[in-house]
């Protein structure tokens, strides 16, 4: 029999009842998955004949988008992902061929919905932006020949406010394969927009080091889902370009996941600052 674990209670409890057996501590394997995880879906009939054969063995099942503080304690980082664990000491951590990474990668296309109606145009900035090419270039939803370019230098700070509580699952951020940004750090929650200084010194949540290949249109970038769970504003500070050209380019900018509830952002007021405030 399959369980479906419904929370770190939970979780924790069918560890330590499978720990503490009678005639000593009983193999628990553990199934991370996701609902749009196309490798989970096709792998889980397996796991569930397994689950008949073994009944010796504890068989669990854990969604990672419900219980994504038990994925991150087990170091998940693409799906599926198979645990095994005795006596509460890890044996085995395996994925399985294919499965859908959630670290750096580059896709055509992605499953999950678009964000762009969850973006709160009027409270999205970049700081070094050309007048004529600003950042609502690339945030429109519909197709554009427009784009975003730096002005003074190749660096720029896009700070992207959401209107609601979103969980991001990847990017898409395309450009020229000379003066595409290069080095790209994310950061997330913050309430006004960094300079550049402070952009530079801060540890990111996640960095990209990113190859021509990975701006090509089309070309997605997959986020560490555990960090991503619930996202107010993202802060993307792009280091540098391909070639080190004066000007950086962003041809598009999207943003893939779901959102979380119906907690609307616009209900909040700016906590510092107004909208194009900055220092470089």
Known sequence: MVIQVQDKEQFDRLLAEASGRAN???????????????PCSAIAPVFTALSATHNDAVFLKVDVDKNDTIAADYGVRS????????GNKLREHTKQEGAEST????????????LSPYLE??????????????ISNVLRAEPSDSYLLSDTD???????????FVKLRAIQLNGPEDCGP???????????????????????VQTFN???????DGAVLALNYVKFQKVTTLTIFVAD?????????????RFFGSPVNTTNMQNFKRVAGKTGEGHS
Do not use: M, Y
């Open 121 to 134: 145009i009027t409270q999205c900035e970049c700081l070094n932006e050309d007048d004529a090419h600003p």
């Open 210 to 216: 990113l190859e021509p290949k990975d701006l090509t």
């Open 79 to 86: 799906l599926p992902t198979f645990v095994f664990v005795r």
């Open 103 to 114: 670290s750096q990668s580059s896709g055509q296309g992605s499953k999950q919905p678009d």
């Open 182 to 204: 290069k080095t790209v750090k994310l950061f997330l929650n913050q309430t006004s927009t960094p300079d550049f200084s402070a952009c530079e010194s801060a540890e990111a």
């Open 24 to 38: 000593g501590p009983a193999l628990v394997v553990i199934d991370f998955f996701a609902t749009w995880c196309g």
């Open 154 to 164: 190749a660096q720029l700070v896009i700070f992207i406010t959401f209107s609601q």
């Open 241 to 253: 370009n391909q070639k080190g050209t004066d000007v950086t380019r962003i041809n598009k900018l």
